[in-house]
């Protein structure tokens, strides 16, 4: 991967344009899952009617009890609307819901926009680009952070690529499910961003479980020893609001018996990308190799579904007694 085309510098835009010459108010929005549920959702509420799709028929009737109106099909879903957003969970899937025979691209109305918001390889929104663009449709990426929380709470972190113009026009969108939004280049940089940021909060959260682990196991008292963190330099998002030590921050999935946040197995699937995009460039990543081996091992425990901070539980198994 070439370095020199993508801007590694992401700047926070404010703009007053927005919306296009006319009103993008009707929405598709494809993957009503975890995060695209509550997306969605929040979508309905500032105003914009919105037509959903997933494969799912349990995730896509809670869709509807949010006002969302499903519809059977991708196809059936953007049939006419002017913005598709979609939340999907892999590479593959995206490439085949907007580019397959029965896919967006083939059936979006020309001239509408197109975000997707899922995590992948920054490959796959340079492959569908182009496609986009020829079939007379906008494209952009725009991948998030925050998690599930923050999807509910409508304070999602955008990350997007592309052209400034189609960026501009997303805002309005983009401000109704979250509360920063970052325009970092052209097309493919928003997953660079997203994939750098979930590979530093790996390694944090990695080393705020090894870290918490040494100390309690030490005598300190768990409460003290997060109070002296959150004021010193060893403060971080980990340790304030994601400690991985359950009972200590009430809202952290650690004290939810680590569930409802964000999947180890989706971490992992981030850090094996993230580790593509590296080597790629030859960019060094030993702490960045080190967190993604001991996620796979949370995940060859059985514990792929629990929030990534269960990692906290794996460090500190006793070993067995002989």
């Known amino acids: 991967m070439a370095t020199g085309a993508l801007t590694t510098r992401c700047l926070l835009t404010i703009s007053k344009r927005g919306f296009s010459s006319k009103a993008d108010k009707n929405v598709a929005f494809l993957g009503l899952g975890n995060m695209g549920g509550f997306m969605a959702a929040n979508l309905v509420k500032k105003g914009f009617n919105v037509r959903g799709y997933d494969p799912s028929k349990d995730a896509l009737t809670a869709a509807t009890k949010n006002g969302v109106t499903g519809a059977n099909s ?3 879903a953007v049939d006419g609307v002017d913005v598709v957003v979609s939340i999907l969970p892999s590479n593959k899937v995206v490439l085949d819901t907007y580019l397959g025979k029965d896919g967006v691209v083939n059936h979006a109305t020309k001239g ?7 995590t992948v390889d920054p490959n796959v929104p340079k492959e569908i680009f182009p496609v986009a663009t020829e079939k007379g449709v906008n494209f952009i990426d725009a991948p998030v952070s925050g998690g599930v929380m923050g999807a509910q709470n409508a304070t999602l972190a955008f990350m997007a690529g592309g052209r400034k113009e189609d960026f501009d026009r997303s805002l309005p969108l983009l401000k109704a ?6 325009h970092c280049g052209e097309i493919g940089s928003g997953q660079v961003a997203k994939l750098t940021n979930n590979m530093l909060m790996g390694i944090t959260g990695m080393a705020t479980a090894e870290c918490m682990n040494m100390g309690i196991k030490m005598g300190l008292d768990p409460k003290v020893l ?3 963190l959150n004021n010193s330099s060893a403060r971080s998002w980990s340790t304030e609001v994601y400690c991985p030590v359950p009972g200590l921050v009430p ?7 680590y569930d409802g946040g964000f999947k180890n197995e989706l971490m992992v699937k981030d850090l094996e990308l993230a580790s593509g995009m590296a080597l790629g460039i030859r960019s060094p990543i030993p702490l960045g190799a080190v967190a993604t081996q001991l996620y796979r091992i949370v995940q060859s425990r059985g514990y792929g579904q629990k929030d990534f901070s269960f990692v906290f539980q794996l ?3 006793e070993p067995e007694k002989k």
């Open 112 to 118: 509408a926009l197109l975000i997707d918001s899922s």
């Open 177 to 182: 499910m979250g509360a920063k939004q970052f």
């Open 74 to 76: 991708i196809a059936a």
């Open 251 to 257: 809202t952290a999935p650690s004290s939810r018996n």
């Open 226 to 228: 997060l109070d002296v």
């Open 315 to 317: 460090l500190k198994e």
